[in-house]
T-cell receptor
Framework: SQQGEEDPQALSIQEGENATMNCSYK?????LQWYRQNSGRGLVHLIL?????REKHSGRLRVTLDTSKKSSSLLITASRAADTASYFC???????????FGKGNQVVVIP | DSGVTQTPKHLITATGQRVTLRCSPR?????VYWYQQSLDQGLQFLIQ???????AKGNILERFSAQQFPDLHSELNLSSLELGDSALYFC??????????????FGPGTRLLVL
C-alpha cells in the first residue's frame, strides 16, 4: 500500500483562497517531501521537512509535520490559477532507501 | 526547465517488445533515479544509480534493467513488454551525496504505450 495518503483527494477553490492538503503515513520516517505535478508533466520538488522539524515555509507554502500523529499538511496561501496541479507527498522511511509517494491530491484554482 | 532531459517523449510499441529510455541528468548531478507513474499503481520508485553504480532498488521488475554510463547519463531498458507496462516513466537527478535527503529534479518523462 502507499505510504503517503493525501486527504482530500480533490480540491477546488477560488483564486486568492488558501488550500490545505493533508498527508498521513504509517511508519517512522526520515523525512517527508511535497511535490507538484502539472498535467502529466514532471514533478517539481516543493519542500522537504525532516522528522525532527515541525514546520517549514517556502514562499506561499507552509508545511507542518506531526510525527506523533504521523501526518503532514501543506498550505498554499493566496492561491493562484497557476497553482492548479496535483500535489504529492512522499516519505523516506528509516532504514528504507527509497521514496514512497502518496496517491496525489488534485487542486483546481478557479480564476 | 529542470535541466534533466529524457528521450523519447513518446513511445508506442507492441507486447513482447523491448525499449530503451534515456535520461541525461543535470550538469554536476551524480545520482539518477527512475520512477514509473501509472493510473493503477501511482508513482513508484524503480531504481537509483550513483556515479555509475546501483545505489537503491525499488519496485523494479526483473524484466526491467537500468545502467548509468561514465558520462552519467542513464538508460532504462524494458523488455518482454506487457500491456500493464504502459505508463509515464520519469527520470530524476540529484547531486547525490545525501541520497533521498536531497532535492530531486525531475525530467519531463517518457510516455510509453504498449499495444
Amino acid at each position: 500500500s502507499q505510504q503517503g495518503e493525501e486527504d482530500p483527494q480533490a480540491l477546488s477553490i477560488q483564486e486568492g483562497e488558501n488550500a490545505t492538503m493533508n498527508c498521513s503515513y504509517k511508519t517512522s520516517i526520515n523525512n517527508l517531501q511535497w511535490y507538484r505535478q502539472n498535467s502529466g508533466r514532471g514533478l517539481v520538488h516543493l519542500i522537504l521537512i525532516r522528522s525532527n522539524e515541525r514546520e517549514k515555509h517556502s514562499g506561499r507554502l507552509r508545511v507542518t509535520l506531526d510525527t506523533s500523529k504521523k501526518s503532514s499538511s501543506l498550505l498554499i496561501t493566496a492561491s493562484r490559477a497557476a497553482d492548479t496541479a496535483s500535489y504529492f507527498c512522499a516519505t523516506v522511511l528509516y532504514g528504507n532507501n527509497r521514496l514512497a509517494f502518496g496517491k496525489g491530491n488534485q487542486v483546481v484554482v478557479i480564476p | 526547465d529542470s535541466g534533466v532531459t529524457q528521450t523519447p517523449k513518446h513511445l508506442i510499441t507492441a507486447t513482447g517488445q523491448r525499449v530503451t529510455l534515456r535520461c541525461s541528468p543535470r550538469s554536476g548531478d551524480l545520482s539518477v533515479y527512475w520512477y514509473q507513474q501509472s493510473l493503477d499503481q501511482g508513482l513508484q520508485f524503480l531504481i537509483q544509480y550513483y556515479n555509475g553504480e546501483e545505489r537503491a532498488k525499488g519496485n523494479i521488475l526483473e524484466r526491467f534493467s537500468a545502467q548509468q554510463f561514465p558520462d552519467l547519463h542513464s538508460e532504462l531498458n524494458l523488455s518482454s513488454l506487457e500491456l500493464g507496462d504502459s505508463a509515464l516513466y520519469f527520470c530524476a537527478s540529484s547531486v547525490g551525496t545525501q541520497g533521498f535527503q536531497e532535492t530531486q529534479y525531475f525530467g519531463p518523462g517518457t510516455r510509453l504505450l504498449v499495444l
